[in-house]
């Protein structure tokens, strides 16, 4: 039986994950009927309701521990919380900018979650291992999706190069983040229920560097980054929640 304290930690550790999902999923649905290629497009915002969807299956797990109504307590979590209350990484609420940081952001959190879900599939607890498995295999094609585009951007001409350099200076520091704050507790690595943020990021920032190298795209200097914690927050995340929240509370009691 899961203790109390094992308990309150993971479910710390899923709203995490949820509000990552989802806020990036979010950000990256702003690119439709926007994106550079009609293909892409569609492409794009497939992805973005796929972020969605697993920000639903990490929410309607946290609805389990708090033995609250799986049914409809994601969508009050989704819909009824305050911009403050989100536990999502700075770097996945920030505007969308050009073609180039859209890209570099999905890589480096493409990359995060290939490398978290493979360990998370080894969880002693059944149901994470269960949702990793099942997640990680969309995973894998947007991961081999955004790498592609890493490469073709950072690889390509003058200008695609010079605006890659620019998003990776810029998003580097930031993708640490992803890594820190109290969701990762002690417990959960003790109990085997999280793989330690300490491996995650270091197998991470050693298979980012090595596939942006390759790219010709330098990886900044600073390879600690900025510990923000997960309770601050950018602007741009009030703007974003008021614009996805807008319908629902124009009736909170609407059944949806």
């Known amino acids: 039986m899961m203790e109390n304290k094992a308990r309150e930690s993971l479910c710390r550790y899923l709203l ?26 569609i492409a794009f915002a497939n992805l973005a309701l796929d972020e969605i969807g697993h920000a639903a299956i990490w929410y309607t797990l946290l609805a389990d521990l708090r033995r609250e109504n799986r049914d409809s307590y994601p969508d009050r979590l989704v819909f009824q919380r305050e911009a403050q209350d989100f536990r999502n990484a700075t770097l996945l609420e920030l505007p969308n900018g050009d073609w180039a940081f859209s890209m570099l ?19 002693a607890y059944e149901p994470l ?5 099942k997640i990680s295999r969309e995973e894998f094609y947007h991961h081999r999706h955004t790498s592609a585009w890493v490469r073709r951007l950072g690889l390509g001409t003058e200008e695609s190069h010079r605006r890659m350099q620019e998003a990776l200076d810029r998003a580097w520091p930031l993708a ?25 990021q270091e197998a991470w920032s050693e298979a980012a ?3 942006l190298e390759k790219c010709q795209l330098k990886v900044p200097a600073d390879a600690s980054g900025k510990r923000i914690p997960r309770d601050q927050h950018t602007p741009y995340l009030n703007v974003l929640v008021d614009e996805m929240q807008s319908v629902a509370r124009l009736d909170p009691e609407a059944s949806w």
């Open 16 to 41: 995490a994950s949820g509000d990552d999902e989802l806020i990036l999923g979010h950000r990256n649905s702003e690119w439709c009927g926007h994106a550079p290629l009609l293909e892409e497009d």
């Open 176 to 200: 640490f983040q992803l890594f820190s704050g109290p969701e990762v507790d002690d417990v959960l690595v003790y109990s085997g229920y999280v793989p330690s943020a300490g491996y995650l």
């Open 105 to 123: 952001r999905q890589y480096l959190f493409d990359l995060y979650e290939m490398v978290r879900l493979h360990r998370l599939a080894e969880s």
């Open 209 to 211: 560097a090595e596939f």
């Open 129 to 133: 291992s269960e949702a990793a498995q």
